[in-house]
């Protein structure tokens, strides 16, 4: 069992930046490639970005390429989503979910636990 924690979330004006954290507790974070998603209201959930298991490699959805970055921190058991440049419609909770196996994936239906979400609200 993975517990997934998140924090960093709230309101931001249009163009200002986020940081959001997921503390991971419970069996080897490192044996985890991590995700993030979100969901609007009304909304499907999406896939926002996904890291490999040792950080090497990362993944973007088209929506958010070069105004977000994640990263990890194996020592500390956390991941990360540096937001910037933020529009209105990243507004959303925002998830984090732990995928177990060797290649990372992109579809929700593929991660084995998730976290209870924060919510990120951008103003215009």
């Known amino acids: 069992q993975v517990q997934l924690v998140e924090s960093g979330g709230g309101l931001v004006q249009a163009g200002g930046s986020l940081r959001l954290s997921c503390a991971a507790s419970g069996r080897t974070f490192s044996s985890y490639n991590m995700g993030w998603f979100r969901q609007a209201p009304g909304k499907e959930r999406e896939f926002v970005a996904v890291?490999?298991?040792?950080?090497?490699?990362?993944s973007y959805a088209d929506s958010v390429k070069d105004r977000f970055t994640i990263s990890r921190d194996n020592a500390k058991n956390t991941v990360y989503l540096q937001m910037n440049s933020l529009k209105p419609e990243d507004t959303a909770v925002y998830y984090c979910?732990?995928?177990?196996?060797?290649?990372?994936?992109?579809?929700?239906?593929?991660?084995?636990?998730w976290g209870q979400g924060t919510q990120v609200t951008v103003s215009s």
């Open positions: 890291i490999s298991r040792g950080g090497r490699s990362t």
């Open positions: 979910a732990a995928q177990e196996g060797i290649w990372y994936r992109r579809a929700s239906y593929e991660y084995d636990y």
